[in-house]
């Protein structure tokens, strides 16, 4: 069986490299790039990200790769975004008020408690709001998962949030709209939980599901 084709976008900024290998242990044809021709012809696409929110947005937007963020997700195919690439599927982030992000999910990304230390950077265990969504398939209903962050999402709609984890409160760490699928914390960080859950991603990449 022929490992499907995940284009990881390339824009030049973070450890892109260490999504592109755990999607490779995983079964999947999954190369950088930030040729848009590529990306349309792959089977699903990723965006990673670390760092802040604006170098992040300003740098993807110099990539030329905004538009292929908008024309993948209208495209249907599979769509994971991973950490600040979650992040940047928001509206916007209290962190960089000046840069748009790229508005896919409707809602904003705050600041997580300040009464803990931030970043919450560390293994938390995931509450699944969707457990269902077979990105979660096989993963049990706390799965380990690891964060670095000081932010999160918070959609204009509740019923987007696939699972939130306790870090001085509730922290909103996944979400599910349509066929994106974007995480908070890093799968690829995650040991066995984060790699179960790539290889969920894999396999409906495989079956040529669109959401």
């Known amino acids: 069986m022929t490992a499907p084709v995940v284009a990881v976008l390339d824009y030049g900024i973070g450890n892109l490299r260490s999504a592109q290998k755990a999607l490779e242990v995983c079964g999947a044809d999954a190369r950088l790039t930030a040729d848009p021709e590529f990306v349309a012809s792959a089977d699903a696409v990723v965006l990673p990200g670390v760092g802040a ?18 024309e993948s997700v209208a495209s249907g195919r599979p769509f994971l975004g991973i950490c600040v690439g979650m992040q940047m599927l928001f509206n916007g982030s209290d962190e960089d008020p000046d840069d748009a992000g790229l508005g896919v999910i409707d809602g904003q990304i705050r600041w997580i408690t300040d009464q803990l230390p931030r970043p919450q ?8 709001t969707q457990p269902d969504d077979a990105m979660f398939a096989g993963l049990g209903e706390h799965p380990w998962v690891y964060f670095v962050h000081s932010l999160h999402g918070v959609p204009a709609d509740p019923s987007v949030v696939a699972a939130t984890c306790d870090y001085g ?23 066995a939980d984060g790699l179960a859950l790539l290889r969920n991603f894999v396999q409906l990449v495989s079956s040529g599901v669109s959401a």
């Open 53 to 70: 929110f604006g170098a992040c947005m300003q740098a993807l937007r110099a990539a030329g790769l905004e538009s292929v963020v908008h």
């Open 121 to 128: 950077m560390q293994w938390n265990q995931l509450s699944l």
């Open 169 to 191: 409160g509730t922290v909103n760490a996944a979400f599910r709209q349509g066929n994106v699928f974007a995480s908070q914390f890093h799968p690829e960080k995650s040991g």
